[in-house]
């Protein structure tokens, strides 16, 4: 019988605490709540915003390159890797996922879209003018990691496909939030940089349809070439993480039926070969052997979703929580007048409780009721309901536009409270709106 080791023994609590769906969730409320805390707690807040201010660049001939503060290569680097990750999930949706099927495409598509669209109006009626009116794209966001974690702490009460649509809402909803952000939310733009990226990016198309599948090939030219030219091109550097993962190659070099042959192949050289059963090291043809086989099972596994595997843990477990931390410090000591003295915070509280309920209820509805697409197993309007109150849950995408859309710090600060609350309150009703068992 295998007998643990005492590293496994720790290591494998947190392996299945990781690949818990509602993990990152837990994970990402905990990074909230720490830094309102720090934020408001006296001893650590002025260390807390000193630290997210300093400056870190290079420095080369006594000249300063590529300068900026903590705050800002967080959003613009370490979210890079958030975004790089949405872009593998969106590919591989697009290519095998809900979104391959043009049918059942159609329902989660216009859902998303209600769900950006009502929001963004319901904010821009309230805020028509003036540098307010730029958080419009604020309530559009579905933060995905809490919907789901929601979600599936609900367990069995809510029906498989029910989760899958969720899910494929949230995937995109991301993709909306990526084409506002490049299109809504850039400074000036620095051609010859844009176009440098544009140039590294095909390079990884190139690379893509040649059959390169190494991944320090697209790594170089990813971040290097296209990620670095973005971020001094004026165009925010997220895209380009975005634009790179839909360069990754997709595609299998072996087969499920040829990798099956090859396998038992190894196997039966591995058992005739000669062993060493006096020594814990392996003979020199077993290494051949093992060696040859995890090449073939590197070729049965697409890039994409090696990096996607490999990655997600990371961004789900380290990127969004140092984001949060980062951006979720929040002053709570305002008065009421400068919390109200604009309705950006109503405008961001409204636009997710009410705008998403509406936007992605109300477009489900309609194309379900039309018969313009398919009704998923499960969806009753209290379902409907209760996922439509999980849209309005806004944490990361919401922050993110929010450092984006304002320079005001007292706006910024009314938009994250607005995200907060209508955050919180979508969280709790979606729960309880899903957890009540139908009556028989």
């Known amino acids: 019988m295998y007998k643990k080791n005492p590293i496994e023994k720790i290591s494998q609590p947190i392996s299945q605490f990781i690949t818990n769906e509602r993990s990152g969730g837990i994970v990402l409320g905990v990074s909230v709540l720490l830094a309102l805390f720090i934020a408001n707690f006296a001893p650590l807040s002025k260390h807390y915003f000193e630290i997210l201010e300093m400056k870190i660049g290079l420095q080369f001939n006594g000249q300063s390159y590529l300068e ?3 705050l800002h290569w967080i959003n613009d680097g370490l979210m890079a890797i958030f975004f790089f990750v949405i872009g593998l999930e969106l590919k591989k949706e697009f290519i095998d996922g809900e979104l ?12 998303a879209l209600g769900g950006m669209m009502v929001p963004a109006l319901i904010y821009i009626s309230l805020n028509p003018l003036g540098e307010a009116h730029q958080g419009w794209g604020i309530p559009m966001a579905t933060d995905i990691a809490f919907a789901l974690a929601v979600l599936f702490a ?10 899958v649509f969720l899910t494929a809402v949230a995937v995109v909803d991301d993709l909306g939030a990526v084409i506002v952000i490049a299109f809504f939310y850039t400074s000036e733009i620095s051609v010859m940089s844009l176009l440098f990226g544009l140039g590294a990016a095909f390079l990884m198309f190139i690379g893509n349809k040649a059959g390169i599948r190494n991944i320090l090939f697209y790594a170089i030219l990813g971040i290097g070439g296209v990620w670095l030219a973005f971020l001094l091109s004026g165009i925010h550097a997220t895209i380009a993480a975005v634009i790179a993962a839909f ?44 060696e040859k086989t995890k090449e073939d099972l590197n070729r049965a596994m697409p890039p994409l979703q090696r990096l996607e595997h490999r990655l997600h843990p990371f961004s789900t477990f380290i990127v969004l929580p140092i984001f949060a931390l980062a951006n979720a410090g929040v002053s709570l000591s305002l008065d009421m ?3 109200f003295s604009t309705h950006i915070m109503l405008g961001v509280t409204l636009g997710l409780l009410i705008g998403k309920v509406i936007g992605v209820s109300g477009a489900t509805f309609l194309l379900i ?4 697409a398919l009704k998923p197993e499960g969806m009753t309007p209290r379902n409907l309901l209760g996922i439509g109150m999980l ?8 922050l993110f536009i929010t ?27 979606g729960f309880l709106v899903l957890s009540i068992n139908k009556k028989q």
Request: hydrophobic fraction near 45%.
């Open 391 to 398: 849209a309005g849950i806004g944490f990361t995408m919401s």
């Open 247 to 290: 360069m990754i190659p997709a595609d299998v070099k072996i087969k499920e039926d040829v990798l099956l042959k090859r396998i038992r192949k190894h196997l039966n050289r591995f058992k005739y070969v000669d062993m060493n059963d006096k020594m814990p090291t392996l003979t020199k043809s077993q290494l051949f052997i093992l």
């Open 100 to 111: 391959s099927n043009p049918r059942q495409a159609i329902l989660p598509i216009g859902a």
């Open 369 to 372: 009721k039309t018969k313009v």
């Open 68 to 70: 900026y503060d903590i």
């Open 403 to 429: 450092s984006l859309a304002f320079t005001n710090a007292e706006y910024e600060t009314q938009a994250k409270i607005g995200i907060f609350t209508a955050s919180i309150i979508a969280a709790i009703s």
């Open 337 to 339: 007048n400068t919390l």
């Open 154 to 163: 609900l367990g069995k009460k809510v029906p498989f496909p029910l989760k």
